[in-house]
């Protein structure tokens, strides 16, 4: 098992900055695929982007591509989202989630593949 706590949420104008953490306990995080995902009000749960293990292959959403960059430290057991160029539609509930090796499918972005989640952290961004 592995516990998520993200980080860094908050509030900012359009155009803005974020960086949001997720630390993860145990000692096996090395070996999890981890991924972002995001909720806004009234709206499923959508995926933004996941990396692999080692980190050397990532995959965004369409709709952050360019703005947002995920990168890992596995000696830190953390996963980062740095985010910029932040619209209004970004804002949500943004969910770090682990996957470990062998579980589900290959479908990075399906939500249902990742079985731990953190409780999630709020961005909001302001026009």
């Known amino acids: 098992q592995v516990q998520l706590v993200e980080s860094g949420g908050g509030l900012v104008q359009a155009g803005g900055s974020l960086s949001l953490s997720c630390a993860a306990s145990?000692?096996?995080?090395?070996?999890?695929?981890m991924g972002w995902f995001r909720q806004a009000p009234g709206k499923e749960r959508e995926f933004v982007v996941a990396i692999s293990q080692s980190g050397g292959s990532t995959n965004y959403a369409d709709s952050v591509k360019g703005r947002f960059t995920i990168s890992r430290d596995n000696a830190k057991n953390t996963v980062y989202l740095e985010m910029n160029s932040l619209k209004p539609e970004d804002t949500a509930f943004y969910y770090c989630?682990?996957?470990?090796?062998?579980?589900?499918?290959?479908?990075?972005?399906?939500?249902?593949?990742?079985?731990?989640w953190g409780q999630g952290t709020q961005v909001t961004v302001s026009s």
């Open positions: 145990g000692r096996t995080f090395s070996t999890y695929m």
């Open positions: 989630a682990a996957r470990p090796p062998g579980y589900g499918s290959s479908r990075y972005w399906d939500r249902r593949d990742y079985p731990y």
